[in-house]
DNA sequence: GACATTTAAGATAAAGGAGTCTGAAATATG
DNA sequence: CATATTTCAGACTCCTTTATCTTAAATGTC
């Protein structure tokens, strides 16, 4: 798997969270129950990405999370930035840390070429994009 | 880390091995000296190799390990198989376990052709190739 | 203000991967 | 046959990730 657990978890959330679009604070617990998660574990990865200022979040009756900003303008590898950070996107298959491209490792070439497209990919995509696919074309979640 | 520790220390064995062309076995203390690995953890992902029939050694003196097969007809994905296994090349990215052409998730169609790409690569590239590679372009390892 | 609801924070436990260590088995050499 | 060398097998430890649990703090409603 190239993205942690609770990285997989916490995007998944993230695009519950934008398909509920006319509605402001969702309860973890309801995200938790939606996706089949652990409520417990669900909140602490979401309090990351609270503190991270990527969601915000309401205590109380009514209560709940949300996105910080528009959906349209978040993209899918700021969730992987707060949860796994970036280095996969810059790290030697071999895990050679001399490697790169002036004294690269026999891999490095194949290699840097799909791990910047996946970067690239993770890149371009917005919350919003990815749940208008959803509506769209009827995918699972 | 797309692969995990012990396939990236096999991948790096299999091509010391390879690289050694006029010798017979190779002992595994050398292969750990050299790549700078532990050699008890070394030896134990080797025998792994060789239970899979991917490797052949030799106990007591002049003893060692050496590919089971001429290392041209041998292919990268074949050490990633027996280390890690192939589910990372048809695993959905959200971990969900309905995701396939027929019923895909929102990133399926993206990350597939990613997914792909990876595995191509992998199909493709024998150990003899990438030790060429090395030779040829003076690459490290 | 009492109470229910909800997130925040942190301690703790469970599981898996990574790494270490010891002793047994095989084999070459003198 | 004694000894040194090398892989084989398995137990064990350590660390990180994953998951659970408990208590505190905030907030809406009556």
Chains 1, 2 share one sequence.
């Not at 309801?30 to 574990?41: G, R, T, V, Y």
């Not at 050679?96 to 690239?120: F, G, M, Q, V, Y």
């Not at 994009?129 to 009827?138: A, E, G, T, W, Y």
């Amino acid at each position: 798997m190239i993205l942690s657990k609770s990285c997989v978890y916490a995007i998944r959330a993230t695009l519950y969270i934008t398909a509920q679009e006319n509605r402001e604070y969702i309860p973890v617990k309801e995200i938790a129950k939606e996706l089949n998660l652990s409520f417990h574990f669900l909140t602490k990865i979401l309090q990351g990405l609270t503190n991270a200022s990527l969601m915000k979040s309401y205590r109380g009756p009514n209560g709940g999370v949300a996105m910080a900003r528009s959906a349209d303008s978040i993209y899918l590898i700021e969730v992987i930035d707060v949860m796994d950070g970036l280095d996969i996107f810059s790290e030697c298959l071999l895990g050679l840390p001399n490697c790169n491209d002036i004294n690269p490792c026999p891999l490095h070439e194949e290699w840097a070429k799909n791990r910047t497209s996946i970067h690239k990919m993770f890149q371009t995509m917005t919350l919003s994009q990815i749940v208008n696919n959803i509506d769209k074309l009827r995918l699972g979640l």
